[in-house]
T-cell receptor, first 113, second 113 residues
Framework: IAGITQAPTSQILAAGRRMTLRCTQDMRHNAMYWYRQDLGLGLRLIHY???????GKGEVPDGYSVSRANTDDFPLTLASAVPSQTSVYFC????????????FGPGTRLTVL | DQQVKQNSPSLSVQEGRISILNCDYT??????FLWYKKYPAEGPTFLIS?????DKNEDGRFTVFLNKSAKHLSLHIVPSQPGDSAVYFCAASANYNTDKLIFGTGTRLQVFP
């Protein structure tokens, strides 16, 4: 059982380019999340999805979009990357939404130049 | 406006001694609390949780204490081991069934021989 996988592991991107971070889970969890981790700021929620077909905005959604076409996949897209989006991005999932225990992927380190 | 605060960015403890990691929160509606551990280049992993109806939860070497009147929780690790060296995040939810987790900024624990 893989749990949650993320791709790519790391990426260097020129400002203004479009980028999609991939996230796949095989646990049949209903809820999925995207966080960014920045030094001194902890983990901040970008977007979430309580179930396939629905999405919601988290604490820092600007500049990012998500889709949830099926249970397993939850891609995060940066339409036009900016240097302030340099961060480590974590995808997570939980069986239920709300405060249920979340299981995290290994992360994607993104650098926007 | 940080609703969940970990005021100590780092902590250094000798192997075999007790590690105490602290977390304060401001939202009196929080009713479910979790601790996650994160190793470098990995995603956070769930460690232990506590509901607001309890004031203590124990799992092996890890114990979480909750003081609702002080809006404070702590994680005790006894005895500390070098493998416990990691970043620890506390997280809280205002409604287990619906509200999202709010994470603190993390505390880096180093356990030295």
């Amino acid at each position: 059982i893989a749990g949650i996988t993320q791709a790519p592991t790391s990426q260097i991107l020129a400002a203004g380019r479009r980028m999609t971070l991939r996230c796949t889970q095989d646990m049949r969890h209903n809820a999925m999340y995207w966080y960014r981790q920045d030094l001194g700021l902890g983990l901040r929620l970008i977007h979430y999805s309580n179930t396939a077909g629905t999405t919601g905005k988290g604490e820092v959604p600007d500049g990012y979009s998500v889709s949830r076409a099926n249970t397993d996949d939850f891609p995060l897209t940066l339409a036009s990357a900016v240097p302030s989006q340099t961060s480590v991005y974590f995808c997570a999932s939980s069986l239920a939404g709300g405060g249920d225990t979340q299981y995290f992927g290994p992360g994607t380190r993104l650098t926007v130049l | 406006d940080q609703q969940v605060k970990q005021n100590s960015p780092s902590l250094s403890v000798q192997e075999g001694r007790i590690s105490i990691l602290n977390c304060d929160y401001t939202n009196s509606m929080f009713d479910y609390f979790l601790w996650y551990k994160k190793y470098p280049a990995e995603g956070p992993t769930f460690l232990i949780s506590i509901s607001s109806i309890k004031d203590k939860n124990e799992d092996g070497r890890f114990t979480v204490f909750l003081n609702k009147s002080a809006k404070h929780l702590s994680l005790h690790i006894v005895p500390s081991q070098p493998g416990d060296s990691a970043v620890y995040f506390c997280a809280a939810s205002a409604n287990y069934n619906t509200d999202k987790l709010i994470f603190g900024t993390g505390t880096r624990l180093q356990v030295f021989p």
